[in-house]
């Protein structure tokens, strides 16, 4: 391996520890942050991992995490944002308790306490026993819930609903 080869990788190495501990920071539950990057830079980790700290570390979430609300543009984020939570809550049950702990310690930047540990355990259990599953939508569903429980405030029928296709629309509105 040459010298450069060996430097180019020192600063890949460099950028990647960088852009690790930036997704962390974005990751605390203690933290206001709005995540905007592009396709394929880590989003969809960051919020998982927002999202087991949620439910793992000390915070009102932690025995709740139908209360946590995750919400994104397209309904194919929402379906693999809750595939993934469900994976990795899945892998917190069964993995191995020194993989489990070593995946808490990347997580948090730290070594997980006792407490915490039992909670990333029980937290696939907790989130399947909830019948109503994991609060995983899109701007659109949240939208849409938040009028259907507040359609007369806002002057709606409370029996509206959403046209999912803008042909509806153009011939509901020729037919008027």
């Not at 020192?10 to 709005?34: E, F, K, Y």
């Not at 407490?115 to 909830?130: G, N, S």
Request: some cysteine; hydrophobic content about 45%; aromatic content about 4%.
């Amino acid at each position: 391996m040459s010298s450069r080869d060996s430097s180019h990788d020192a600063a890949r190495n460099a950028a990647r520890d960088a852009a690790s501990g930036i997704q962390r920071q974005a990751a605390d539950p203690m933290r206001s942050v709005v995540l905007s990057a592009s396709a394929g830079s880590g989003k969809t980790k960051v919020l998982v991992d927002r999202f087991l700290r949620l439910c793992i570390e000390d915070t009102p979430a932690r025995s709740h995490p139908r209360a946590i609300l995750a919400v994104t543009f397209t309904k194919k984020a929402a379906v693999e944002i809750q595939e993934r939570l469900l994976k990795a809550a899945r892998g917190l049950a069964l993995d191995a308790p020194d993989v489990v702990e070593a995946r808490l310690a990347e997580l948090f930047g730290r070594a997980p306490r006792d407490a915490e540990l039992r909670y990333a355990a029980d937290l696939y259990e907790r989130i399947l026993e909830d019948t109503a599953g994991l609060n995983v939508g899109t701007i659109h569903s949240f939208c849409q819930s938040v009028l259907g429980r507040f359609a007369a405030e806002a002057g709606l029928d409370p029996r509206f609903a959403v046209l999912e296709d803008t042909a509806d629309l153009v011939e509901e509105a020729l037919d008027q």
